[in-house]
């Protein structure tokens, strides 16, 4: 037989000049000051040139006593719920403390005062004669959140800018994200993921001559998983105590995804990486590699799963995910990967039967059709699975599935499934019914007799074959059905009819 999974359950984020005195080390966002991608340069659309914003002095220190007054309190990563069918996970969360000394509105009006022209993204624009001590401010706005990196480029000789980067919190609040200062006529970057929201390039001209000019824009892109930023160790996302179902992606052959588990209980911790085939991906398109305490270790794409059986209470486990960059699994921007990664799960009790009172079968009589049947059932299946880590604690949230053909059609033999699947409850414990409804004739046919209560009964009965398997969508390889026994067979009884009763 072969066999076709046709219905499949979905699943399943060093400055140098002025604002280097108020650069907070756990703000977020944070850009970092980093080299110029000629990709992304070249990237960005030309532009038409556009005069000289110039901003006045009394915006900079403005913008240097508004952010000294009002350093934004930010909250460390928001723990998030289990991902499981939406495959999405809680935004970090910003707090910013208010301002005391000067008011809000007045920086804010400073602000958009300075800075009132507003840019399109992924756009370089230009800007000739420039003179030292220019201080120049343009708006440019962000409909959603995404990775952005920030350019000044393209300087001519005797030119020497900076470049720094504000975010308006909507309270007149000018949030400093980082100063990019390089020497000379070098390029200024600056890139990270940043939320929705008004941003402003300020760009201050160290030096110039006669004739200075530029270019500058910013490079945006929004194709971003719920768990970014988490480029670095520093940056991992941090699982809540669960099992964690997680679809991510890469928005570029450099990004790296970062996770950290605890294990609270000192549970076994399981790793489990997969393809999102919607997305056009394959496993061999990923790279997961666990830190095991002094450098990071690849787990193979053929290995299914892998688990760390004694991280100790509170031991903190480390994975990280990236692009295969092997020229025969090309990078897509479209590609996801699904990356299972917490608490171990250990299935209890998985069961699929049909009503109490059927008249089954026996293995004597299957020797049609497929062969004997281990679950049967009249109208209705009635299925349940348990789900706990390896202390016995209950894994709430997770789905298991039940994968059906109540008919394989003889035919040609084909096994297409259907799924149906439910969240395990507070206890762990997941169940359903699934109604097969009747059927009239059946692909086969036997004839047995029943002994029941001192009479010979000889019956036929007419049948349909099926098969079904249980898996679990947030962790592959785990359930009832695999490689070697692919699934447990199933009669669909559609009619029985007594031929004779003879007392024995």
């Given at each position: 037989m072969k066999s076709k999974k046709a219905l499949m359950l979905g699943a399943a984020m060093a400055a140098t000049c002025f604002v280097s005195a108020f650069a907070l080390a756990e703000q977020y966002p944070q850009l970092a000051a980093q080299a110029a991608s000629p990709t992304v340069k070249h990237g960005l659309k030309s532009a038409v040139k556009i005069n000289a914003n110039k901003a006045t002095a009394a915006l900079k220190q403005q913008l240097l006593a508004g952010a000294q007054q009002k350093k934004p309190l930010f909250a460390a990563k928001a723990k998030a719920d289990s991902v499981v069918e939406d495959n999405t996970a809680p935004a970090r969360v910003t707090k910013v403390q208010k301002a005391t000394a000067q008011s809000a509105p007045a920086v804010q009006a400073a602000l958009v005062q300075g800075c009132e022209q507003t840019l399109d993204i992924n756009s370089l624009y230009t800007i000739n004669g420039v003179q030292t001590g220019d201080l120049l401010c343009y708006h440019f706005n962000l409909p959603q959140k995404a990775r952005i990196n920030v350019l000044l480029v393209n300087q001519t000789a005797g030119t020497d800018m900076s470049l720094s980067l504000f975010q308006d919190d909507g309270q007149g609040n000018p949030l400093p994200l980082g100063t990019s200062n390089n020497p000379g006529t070098g390029d200024e970057s600056l890139g990270g993921v940043v939320p929705?929201?008004?941003?402003?390039?300020?760009?201050?001209?160290?030096?110039?001559?006669?004739?200075?000019?530029?270019?500058?824009?910013?490079?945006?892109?929004?194709?971003?998983?719920?768990?970014?930023?988490?480029?670095?160790?520093?940056?991992?996302?941090?699982?809540?105590?669960?099992?964690?179902?997680?679809?991510?992606?890469?928005?570029?052959?450099?990004?790296?995804?970062?996770?950290?588990?605890?294990?609270?209980?000192?549970?076994?911790?399981?790793?489990?990486?997969?393809?999102?085939?919607?997305?056009?991906?394959?496993?061999?398109?990923?790279?997961?590699?666990?830190?095991d305490g002094g450098q990071w270790v690849t787990v193979g794409a053929n290995v299914v799963s892998t688990s760390i059986p004694s991280p100790g209470v509170g031991g903190v486990v480390k994975v990280r995910v990236r692009p295969n960059q092997h020229p025969n699994e090309p990078w897509s921007a479209t590609g996801k990967y699904n990356l299972s990664f917490g608490s171990n799960p250990r299935v209890n009790s998985p069961d699929v039967k049909g009503e109490a009172n059927v008249l089954r079968i026996p293995y004597s009589a299957s020797n049609v059709g497929y062969g004997y049947m281990t679950t049967q059932a009249y109208r209705d299946l009635t299925w349940t699975m348990g789900l706990s880590d390896s202390t016995?604690?209950?894994?709430?949230?997770?789905?298991?599935?039940?994968?059906?053909?109540?008919?394989?059609?003889?035919?040609?033999?084909?096994?297409?499934?259907?799924?149906?699947?439910?969240?395990?409850?507070?206890?762990?414990?997941?169940?359903?019914?699934?109604?097969?409804?009747?059927?009239?004739?059946?692909?086969?046919?036997?004839?047995?007799?029943?002994?029941?209560?001192?009479?010979?009964?000889?019956?036929r009965t007419d049948f349909n074959y099926g098969v079904w398997r249980m898996e679990v969508l947030e962790y592959p390889g785990i359930g009832v059905g695999g490689e070697n026994t692919q699934f447990v067979s199933f009669g669909h009884l559609c009619k029985q009819t007594l031929l004779s009763s003879t007392k024995s």
């Open positions: 929705a929201g008004d941003y402003y390039w300020f760009m201050e001209a160290n030096a110039a001559v006669q004739g200075s000019s530029f270019q500058f824009g910013v490079a945006v892109d929004t194709n971003l998983d719920a768990y970014e930023p988490n480029d670095t160790p520093d940056t991992a996302f941090q699982l809540p105590d669960t099992l964690n179902y997680i679809n991510g992606n890469a928005d570029s052959l450099d990004d790296v995804d970062y996770f950290d588990f605890t294990a609270v209980r000192g549970q076994s911790v399981g790793i489990a990486l997969t393809a999102d085939a919607a997305s056009g991906s394959t496993r061999n398109k990923w790279i997961l590699e666990r830190f016995g604690a209950p894994l709430v949230g997770l789905h298991p599935i039940v994968y059906l053909d109540q008919r394989i059609d003889p035919a040609n033999g084909d096994i297409v499934y259907k799924a149906y699947s439910a969240a395990t409850d507070s206890s762990g414990q997941a169940s359903g019914t699934i109604n097969v409804g009747a059927c009239s004739g059946g692909d086969f046919q036997t004839t047995f007799v029943d002994y029941s209560q001192g009479y010979n009964n000889t019956w």
